[in-house]
């Protein structure tokens, strides 16, 4: 993976997630090259092959920090700050260092276990939360359309391990794709680790986008025969499948007792 230096720009974003003011990427791009990622559409570099940095992500950071009071600020929209190039870059955990000096915590979203290896500061910030996106129990969907991440199994046995050391924790069940993921197994996984868990069905937006023709086309390699299934219901929210859905999981939930953020 070849790593550049990004063109100048801000370190912090005002935030698109509600709870939080900020948000920090500590990449440009993202090896895990997820085929049916929002963010392809803006991608700046071929995320297989070159990711970017920022120059001096510790000194623009702590210059753009310096009139703000202490607050939790999220990680992982247009980014997952533990792709495998952070092991070796530590960007995310210089981020991290940051905001603990200041006072400051942190919620990050991630398809990674490697958040594990910075529990030593997430356990010292008031209010950090811990997230982890997952979506394919089997192997071989999960590789077919997650190019670089790790196992299910292995975020979530990661997600218990920072719950049990006194950090919030919450997951995204995301994309929900028709007759692709078992939804129910993962809300049977999810429950005993997660605070909070969010569903998202796949969303469409634009037919012709990289996304959809990037799952499309593997779709229709491995899954021909649910192919006309999932085009329809991912072009429209209003499809039969996601309400027939949404009613059952919503009752789990009832019953359960679980905390749910159901968007499907």
Known sequence: MKVSTCSPRPVMLPSRIDSTGYQIDPYVGCEHYCYYCYALKDAE???DKEIAIHADIEGQLRKELENLPPQRFYMGYFTDPYQPVEER??????????????????????????????????SQMDDAQ???????????????????????????????????????????????????NDVFALLDMLAPVAETIWLYRLSIEDPEGVNWRNLRDILARDFPDKLELIESAVLSREHPYWEELRQEVTALGDKQGLNLQIHI
């Open 45 to 47: 570099t071929q995320w």
């Open 89 to 122: 870059m530590l960007q995310t955990r210089k981020v991290l260092e940051i905001l603990l000096e200041h006072g400051s915590s942190v919620g990050f979203l991630t398809k990674s276990n490697l958040f594990l290896r910075d529990l030593d500061l997430l």
């Open 130 to 180: 811990a997230s982890i996106s997952v979506a394919f129990l089997d192997d071989s969907v999960r590789t077919a359309l997650e190019h670089r991440t790790v196992p299910t199994s292995e975020r979530i046995d990661a997600l218990r391990a920072v719950k049990e050391n006194g950090v919030h924790t919450s997951s995204l069940l995301c994309p929900i794709i028709p007759e692709i």
